[in-house]
């Protein structure tokens, strides 16, 4: 599963906390896809397939899956935008973000080695 929107929206989502610099998002300290960790990607690739597994489930069909993860993260991160602010019918919306809050909130950190870690 391609997750590349996912983790380029937490990317420009996220402060670089770990860094000299953390009042700034991590792409514009130029940090891509490339640079989080194996376990991090695995772990973002996982609570994607499990969110598109809980919509179908609720009988909600997929039609952009790019679109679906870019608004899963800004939804179960509480950013301020997401499924329910409008792009979605109101029960769609109502049910994704649902989902996506079932999730819990994570942040992006750099470790020792200057990659990206999700947390918790």
């Not at 770990?18 to 792409?27: N, Q, R, V, Y």
């Amino acid at each position: 599963m391609n997750i590349n929107q996912l983790i380029e929206t937490a990317l420009w989502s996220s402060l670089a906390l770990g860094s000299s610099s953390e009042d700034t998002h991590f792409d514009s300290l130029g940090f891509t896809v490339d640079d989080l960790t194996l376990k991090a990607h695995v772990r973002l690739e996982l609570e994607c397939e499990e969110f598109c597994r809980k919509a179908l489930a609720a009988g909600i069909p997929i039609h952009d899956f790019e679109d679906w993860q870019h608004d899963f993260w800004l939804t179960r991160n509480r950013h301020g935008a997401g499924f329910w602010d409008g792009d979605y019918e109101t029960p769609i919306g109502q049910k994704l973000t649902e989902i996506s809050h079932s999730f819990g909130e994570v942040h992006l950190y750099l470790n020792d080695e200057n990659k990206i870690e999700v947390y918790p």
